[in-house]
């Protein structure tokens, strides 16, 4: 079975993007737009007869707040994987990047390298594939791609970071297991949050597995401090 197109589920003024989860045809992933009312019950019961419609068995949330996730639990989600929450405040000075591998825009329609560090980094449930990568890339109106290039032009790493009004958020960050401990990862979320700066975002988040401690370590060191309430990828089966 092909995957079902991608696009945006709309009712009123309540919008959301509907995807296929990373690999899995039947599986969609469900996401609210930044710039949209908080969904209601009633508008994601919608959403869960379309996706239906389309040929889709199950569906996932992306990561959702205590606040966005109300909606979704009335219309009969359960929760699926917890997260924590970080967040750093960008009107306060930044540490400067660090040296290290150059920073790059990625090749042009050649993700391959940039995903085997993805599959490298996380397990299975969180790997992106290609539609994935591009979801990441688009579910903020400006967004940044960077690439470390390590020895012999092989990806040593990749950050993905989008801006939103004035709002910031480190959508993905990895680093190949054989560039870890060299400050790939504080470079590439230290050029992230910089720009995020320059382009005007006052407030940056980024959310981690509960566990990843490498991660969790990364973030903490460069300003970030964690939320009292953290995020839920919530996720519906359909009929």
């Known amino acids: 079975m092909s995957a079902p197109p991608a696009g945006v589920i709309r009712w009123g003024r309540e919008a959301a993007r509907a995807g296929h989860w990373r ?37 996932l949330t992306s990561a959702l707040s205590p606040l966005e996730q109300a909606g979704f639990l009335a219309a009969g989600f359960g929760v699926e994987q917890r997260l ?6 960008l009107r306060r000075p ?6 290290g591998y150059p920073l790059r825009r990625p090749p042009r329609g050649r993700p391959r390298a940039v995903l085997a560090v993805d599959a490298e980094a996380f ?14 890339l688009r579910a903020t109106p400006a967004a940044r791609f960077r690439v470390a290039v390590g020895a ?6 990749y950050a993905i970071c989008g801006r939103a009004g004035r709002r910031g958020f480190v959508q993905r960050l990895a680093v190949a297991p054989s560039a870890r401990r060299a400050g790939t990862g504080r470079r590439l979320l230290l050029d992230g949050l910089h720009w995020l700066k320059r382009r005007g975002a006052e407030r940056a988040v980024v959310n981690t597995q509960i566990g990843n401690q490498a ?8 300003g970030f401090e964690e939320e009292p309430a953290g995020l839920s990828v919530l996720s519906a089966g359909l009929r």
């Open 23 to 59: 690999g899995e045809d039947e599986v969609a992933l469900l996401t609210p737009l930044p710039d949209s009312p908080l969904p209601s019950a009633e508008f994601l019961q919608r959403c869960l007869q379309t996706l239906a419609e389309r040929g889709y068995r199950r569906v």
């Open 84 to 89: 924590r929450l970080l967040a750093i405040d």
């Open 94 to 99: 930044l540490a400067p990047v660090p040296p």
């Open 123 to 136: 397990d299975p449930f969180w790997r992106l594939d290609a539609a994935g990568l591009r979801e990441a």
């Open 152 to 157: 012999g032009g092989a990806v040593a790493g």
């Open 215 to 222: 991660a969790l370590s990364l973030y903490l060191q460069a």
